[in-house]
């Protein structure tokens, strides 16, 4: 087993663009995932559709996600959708 890889979403396609580092950490034997949405400027729906996806292309492959999040209002808007159930939410 190896250790959880965190992945920091940064730049302009933000999410999206973690689509192969996901899918390759998991193919790859990381069981473990944790998505940084510390430096994640705003939480919509297009983020929290991103963010299912992550989960789905993790969970196909065997993987669990959990997210670290630092805002408190990224962190009651992913609790108000249900999505702390989901996904573990680090500090």
Do not use: Y
Request: proline letters at 9%; a positive charge.
């Amino acid at each position: 087993m190896k250790p959880p890889l965190r992945l920091v979403v940064d730049g302009p396609t933000g999410l999206a663009a973690l689509e192969p580092a996901v899918s390759n950490a998991a193919a790859n034997g990381h069981d473990q995932i944790a998505i940084d949405l510390d430096r994640l400027v705003n939480l919509e729906i297009p983020e929290v559709r991103a963010l299912i996806r992550l989960r789905r292309i993790a969970h196909d492959r065997g993987a669990r996600v959990a997210l670290q999040v630092g805002s408190p209002d990224h962190r009651r808007a992913l609790c108000e959708l249900g999505l702390d159930r989901l996904f573990p939410l680090l500090p």
